[in-house]
């Protein structure tokens, strides 16, 4: 395969949401299949939902269920984060501007 061909096919993955498209800090894009570990930021407006994930974000994953695990005594199997908020083109729709 040549890189196109290999940068439309990431793409379409993208697309599917398969894979999660991360920028680096160099400008580069760096592309991580969806077994690894994410979470989802949903907005409470329009419903729209993004899947996210951070460099780190497997330990803190890891670390909730160990701590579960420790305090509950489940035998933990996975589990499914989710964040509410509004999203950026509600935020615009509502000429709300987020404090930085
Ligand atoms: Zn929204």
Redesign the pocket.
């Given at each position: 395969m040549g890189s196109s061909t290999i940068y439309n096919t990431l793409n379409t993955f993208v697309e599917h949401r398969l894979v999660v498209e991360l920028q680096n800090g160099d400008g580069s894009t760096h592309y991580d299949y969806f077994g690894t570990p994410h979470y989802h930021a949903i907005?409470t407006?329009?419903g729209?939902i993004v899947d996210v994930t951070y460099p780190g974000f497997d330990k803190d994953e890891k670390n909730l269920e160990e701590r579960t695990a420790e305090i509950s005594g489940y035998m933990i199997s996975g589990n499914h984060m989710e964040v509410y908020g509004?999203?950026p083109?509600?935020q615009a729709k509502l000429g709300i501007t987020q404090k930085k």
């Open positions: 907005c407006n329009c729209k509004l999203c083109e509600c």
